[in-house]
Structure formats: C-alpha cells, structure tokens
C-alpha cells in the first residue's frame, strides 16, 4: 500500500488574529491535490487553534505544536492531550528539536508524551533529527535511531504516527539537506524501523522531511523514494505551502 503523502505546516510561535485569518483565506482559495493524494495538516499557536478549526476547510486538519506528558493539573501554563481532545484537535507535533533544545526535552519525555498523546487518540507528528557537531561526528544515525527507539520502546501501534526527520542544523538555516541527504537517513530510519518493530510498521510509516523546505526545493525532495511529505516552518506562513502542497503529485507520477 502506496504511503499517503503528508504535508505539515508548523506556524511555530507566530501570528495574530487578522494574519491567522489571512493564512487560513489563503489556504481556503487554494487549488491542491485531493485528499486521496495528499493530507494536510497545519499547526498554529495553541491560542489560535479554535479559531483556525473553525474556519479551514474541512480538508484539512488542525495540529497542537505540544501537548503535557500526562493528564492536567496542576502544571501551570502547559496543556494537556484531553484538552486538545476536547476541542477537537487531531493532531500534535511532538519533540520538535526547538523544544527538545530550547525546553530541554530528553528522548524518553518525548517518548512518554507521544505515547500519552496516542493513549488519548491524537496522531502524533514525532521530530527526530541530528544538530550540526553531530552530523559532522559522524553520528546522525546513531542520535536519530536514539530518538526513535524512545518512541518505539513506548508504543506499539504506529498507524497515528508520522516521523519528522528535521535536521537540526537545517531549521530556519536556509542550509538544506540535499536529496541524497534527506533520502540516505529517511531510508536509514526505515531499516531501523524494519529491525526494530516490524517490517510492516516499516513499511507503512510515513517519515516527513523538515529543515527550510520551500516552493524552490520541494519537488526534488518528494522525489526521493523514501522522502513522505514535509514539515514546512517559515513557509508554512507564506503562499509558496501551496506549492509545497502541491508537490505531492510527484509521488503520484512515480
């Protein structure tokens, strides 16, 4: 079975009301690819998250950039996975590499959340991916299968999970993994995946590549066999999404 292409938008800590509405006009107007060849899915700021649900077009989904690692209570500014469940939220992005720096975020609280958000019945976008010294070590693989094997030691059914490789070094860099790049670690993953849940799980996973992707790069990018879709910062907010949307019909030409 063809792996559906998936194409996130993760608007990060941006915006207000009238720009939100400008993006979600924007996406509304645009001519994209049926939901049978692409899923969309974009994630605004948790306070615009009502409002963005109630507004895009039913094609497309809503995702939480966060979510708390276990039920609420008395942890003062996090938001829980029921509340997300709540309000109607299908989505969360979860270990992005700016939470896991920024937050400090180790491989087994990521591994604890998405495991908690899945027991509640959100998908789960789960960020992986390696910085600049450790790419230059010659470590990427050993710190991606690291952070995977959090997520897998915790789970065990992997039909609401969708990988996001985002190399560190390449988020908001303008610096992008080439093709050969993205492919040679998204095909690594895949063979982890392989050894290390099952071959199945391996080869319905959809792993999404992140890093500066843009209307320029990405058709290149979708080409690679093993290369799912995109998590799309910076240019989530711009009209160029649509053409990162549309590059989904690459994959439906190979």
């Known amino acids: ?7 996130g938008g993760n608007w990060k800590c941006n915006g207000t009301t009238e720009e939100v509405k400008k993006i979600v006009a924007t996406l509304n107007d645009a001519q994209v690819p049926p939901q049978e060849v692409v899923e969309v899915v974009v994630s605004p700021p948790f306070v615009f998250l009502p409002l963005v ?16 690692v276990k039920k609420g209570g008395a942890f003062t500014g996090e938001v829980s996975a029921e ?25 087994e609280f990521v591994g604890d959340k998405t ?13 992986v991916g390696e910085t600049l010294e450790q790419r230059e070590a010659g470590s990427t693989m050993d710190v991606v299968a690291a ?16 990988i ?3 190399p560190v070094w390449a988020i908001g860099t303008g610096k992008v993994a080439t093709p050969a790049q993205a492919q040679e670690v998204h095909c690594e993953l895949r ?20 890093g500066s ?14 290369v799912d879709g995109f998590l799309v910062g910076g240019a989530s907010l711009k009209p160029e999404f649509i053409d990162i949307i549309k590059s989904a019909v690459v994959k439906k030409g190979a």
Request: charged share 20%; proline share 4%; hydrophobic share 45%.
């Open 53 to 68: 649900k109630s507004t895009l077009r039913p094609d497309f989904h809503v995702a939480a950039q966060n979510c708390w």
């Open 213 to 226: 992707v843009n209307g320029g790069n990405c058709k290149e990018l979708a080409a690679q066999p093993d």
């Open 115 to 127: 495991a908690y958000a899945l027991s509640k019945g959100l998908k789960v976008i789960a960020c």
């Open 83 to 107: 509340m997300l469940v709540n309000l109607g939220i299908p989505w969360v992005i979860l270990g992005h590499s700016e939470r896991r720096q920024l937050m400090g975020e180790s491989n």
């Open 147 to 162: 952070q995977t094997k959090a997520i897998a030691e915790r789970i065990s059914n992997w039909a609401d999970v969708v």
């Open 1 to 7: 079975m063809a792996r559906k292409f998936f194409v």
């Open 164 to 166: 996001a490789y985002e």
């Open 191 to 210: 063979k982890w995946l392989h050894a290390n849940t099952s071959p199945e799980v391996a080869a319905t996973t959809r792993i999404i590549y992140g």
